[in-house]
């Protein structure tokens, strides 16, 4: 069953669900948040302060960079997004099991034989037939950071971002999800990801397990 866009996502109250970018926080897994600070910010009374002026400014840097990706996507690999998630119209499912996980899809685009022969280390990958639609994510990615990556077509990437993926997977079921990280301002490289049933219903239970006991109570 496929998850349903959301609606008025703009508007939406990110302490009423579980998004991608909550998941590896609730793992135990995130850089920039611990799973007390996540309830935290979930059971508030009130919604958050709003982000400092430089961190806003940070983020709607990296926003405008989407489409910058996406076009080097089409140049490089041959990929040509679909659906693109934008502010005015961002690309948001609610999961059908559980209404209150969600997930970003940063991007959509179709499998095709120009694609798969970027990535021919991967039989995984390419036993995706043509035509089906493939989530994606975006990263920019400091040059200093890049060691924490693997090589092009692994699916060696920082485990917070591997998390949401997965997540992203689980929410909006498709054969395969594809990372595209941009180093510095114009190294782009892609990793694509299998969805792997186990660790996708661990990570559910455990979302799950996080929300009903904890959040609700």
Known sequence: MNAPALTNVGELDRRTYLGGSDIAAVMGLSPW??????WEEKTASEPPEPLPAA????????????????????DEYGIEVTRLSLDERPNRYIDPEYPFFAAEID???????TVREHFPEREDFA???????????????????AAAWGEQGSENIPIH???????GL????????LCAALFGLDNLLAFPTMPDAETIGGMRAKGLDFWTNHVLK
């Open 107 to 113: 991007f959509e685009f179709l499998m095709t034989p």
């Open 55 to 74: 961190r806003l400014k940070f983020f709607a840097r990296r926003k405008r960079q989407e489409p910058v990706v996406a076009e080097m996507l089409a």
């Open 170 to 177: 689980g929410v909006k079921s498709r054969r395969g999800a």
């Open 127 to 145: 036993e995706i037939p043509n035509g089906e639609i493939i989530n994606g994510e975006i990263k920019t990615v400091h040059p200093f950071a």
């Open 33 to 38: 948040k611990t799973p007390l600070q996540l």
């Open 161 to 167: 971002y591997a998390c949401q993926l997965m997540w």
